[in-house]
């Protein structure tokens, strides 16, 4: 799964550049662009849920030529590392010129694909760096988008799917899977 590639004439639109007079395409497409971002903000909101419950490992929205989460890891972690094993579960990853791990996301990801992207990265952050159990603190962070009612106690929908496959992939690596 690749990242969303922000196109050229969005950032122009944007800036109101080269408007021709009388036009609705640069309103439309400026509405368009504001649509994209409530999207992305959605998905990157459920990957940070995902990975917080999981793992304890904070995602949070960044904008740019691709759309992506930044993945914050511990000090000291090989994020060229993590990033080439998370391309290797055929999720888009990389490593910005900051040191940055992140890890892309799309406008159009189905809750499946989404489900995905999370479930890469806690496959590869639970294997390579150990950690997982982050329930107890998850308490410890503030979430940093909102997700509408409050949250309770026992998690439903795509948001149950995760934690119960992340739960499998834990188990498998610990070898106490009972599949």
């Known amino acids: 799964m690749l990242a969303w590639r922000t196109p050229p004439s969005a950032t122009a639109s944007e800036n109101g550049a080269n408007e021709p007079t009388g036009s609705m395409v640069p309103w439309a497409q400026r509405r368009l662009l504001e649509a994209t971002r409530q999207a992305l903000a959605a998905v990157a909101a459920d990957v940070n849920a995902g990975l917080m419950e999981t793992v304890g490992v904070r995602a949070t929205w960044v904008e740019g030529e691709r759309a992506a989460v930044q ?18 579960e055929n999720v ?18 189905t809750t499946k694909e989404t489900d995905q992207v999370v ?18 603190s998850t308490d410890d962070h503030q979430h940093e988008y909102s997700h509408g009612p409050e ?6 929908g795509h948001r149950f799917r995760i934690l119960k496959e ?7 690596v610990r070898g ?3 599949r």
Request: aromatic share 4%.
């Open 71 to 88: 993945i914050h890891l511990p000090e000291g972690t090989d994020k060229s590392r993590i990033a080439a094993a998370i391309d290797l």
């Open 92 to 109: 888009e990853a990389w490593v910005t010129e900051q040191g940055e791990l992140r890890v892309g996301i799309g406008p159009w990801y």
């Open 119 to 136: 479930l890469s990265v806690i496959k590869v952050v639970h294997v390579l760096l150990g950690l997982h159990g982050a329930a107890a």
């Open 151 to 156: 949250e309770t106690e026992q998690p439903s």
């Open 166 to 172: 992340a739960k499998v992939i834990i188990d498998l």
């Open 176 to 178: 106490t899977s009972r």
